[in-house]
C-alpha cells in the first residue's frame, strides 16, 4: 500500500540520515501544473493522458512525478527553471519507456497507454 511504502521510505532515511520532506499535495499540485505555460489546468482524476499547452501528450502520473521532481529550492512550489531544463531529456526516456511497454504488450493498470491492434 502507498502509506506501506511511505514508512519504508522513512525509515530508510533514517537509517542512512538522508533528508526526507513530504510535499504538501494541497499546495503543490503536481497533477493540475502545466510548466508549458506556468498556470494550474484542473483535470478530471479518470484523465490518464493529456495534452500541455503547447501540443506535448503526457501520462498523468509520470508527469506527476517529473513535477515532483523539479520541485523548487523552497520545497512548497515547482521551479519552472527546472521544469524547462529537465523535461526534453526526461520526457525522452518516458517516451523511450512508453514505447517499450507498447511493443512488449506489457498492461499496465489505468495508465492511459493502449496498444495498437496488430
Known sequence: ????????????????????????????????????????????????????????????????SFLMYCIGTDLQNISRYKCKRYFD?????YLELEQYIINNKITVMNSGIKFKAA
Open 1 to 64: 500500500s502507498p502509506a506501506e511504502l511511505m514508512i519504508i521510505l522513512q525509515r530508510k532515511c533514517n537509517q542512512y540520515e538522508l533528508f526526507y520532506y513530504e510535499v504538501d499535495k494541497w499546495e503543490y499540485r503536481a497533477s493540475q501544473y502545466d510548466h508549458t505555460c506556468n498556470k494550474y489546468i484542473k483535470k478530471a482524476l479518470s484523465q490518464r493522458m493529456y495534452e500541455l499547452t503547447d501540443g506535448t501528450r503526457v501520462q498523468r502520473d509520470w508527469y506527476s
Open 89 to 93: 531529456e526526461l520526457y525522452a526516456k
